[in-house]
């Protein structure tokens, strides 16, 4: 009986030309492909999806170039304008007050609303009184008044106009002037005072 026959047969090839066939298929691949850095890669996509402002690339270098214990500047804020000090009187100046009033202050023809007689005080009692006096008429609403210091070189005498010019009388009135001889003279001071809105 003849021996049966294989229908399969295998077929091998040789183990060299298998070797050279796959060596040169990825030679061929390796010519063709570009390499490719996997974090240059995701670095752009990365900064491309996030925009970062041009203002805040500034300040990032800023930060860098500055040194780490040196404290950034402050920003002081802009000095408060200082309010306008009133104008210092003396006898006879009027800077707020019209011409024809000022005229009539310095000749007496304004009615005297309040007067106040400083003969016989101290200097400090004389200088509280004054303000007192001053402070009181301007509230009661009276526009002249007079303040008595006696004729002749006395201290109240020189010392009245440098009252008048200190807060907060100051703030209170508008002018002052010598007196008229029926009203005291050198030794007597007008005083016009400034409206107070505040008075009906």
Not at 50 to 59: D, S, W
Not at 123 to 128: F, I, S, T, V, Y
């Amino acid at each position: 009986m003849p021996a049966p026959v294989n229908r399969f047969i295998s077929v091998t090839m040789p183990r060299r030309r298998k070797d050279a066939d796959d060596n040169a298929l990825w030679e061929a691949v390796k010519a063709t492909a570009t390499p490719v850095v996997r974090d240059t890669v995701f670095r752009d996509s990365l900064e491309s999806a996030i925009a970062v402002p041009p203002e805040a690339e500034k300040a990032k270098k800023t930060a860098k170039r500055r040194p780490a214990n040196r404290p950034p500047t402050a920003v002081l804020p802009e000095a408060l304008p200082q309010p306008k000090r009133a104008r210092e009187l003396s006898h006879g100046c009027a800077p707020g007050v019209d011409r024809r009033t000022a005229e009539r202050l310095k000749k007496g023809r304004m009615e005297i609303e309040g007067r106040l007689d400083l003969h016989g005080m101290s200097r400090e009692d004389a200088h509280r009184a004054t303000l007192s006096f001053v402070s009181g008429a301007r509230l009661s609403g009276k526009r002249c008044i007079l303040i008595v210091t006696g004729k002749g070189k006395g201290i109240l005498q020189s010392e009245l106009p440098r009252w008048l010019n200190l807060s907060p009388i100051r703030e209170q009135i508008l002018s002052f002037s010598h007196a008229r001889p029926q009203d005291g003279g050198s030794g007597a001071v007008y005083i016009l005072l400034k409206r107070d809105r505040s008075v009906p």
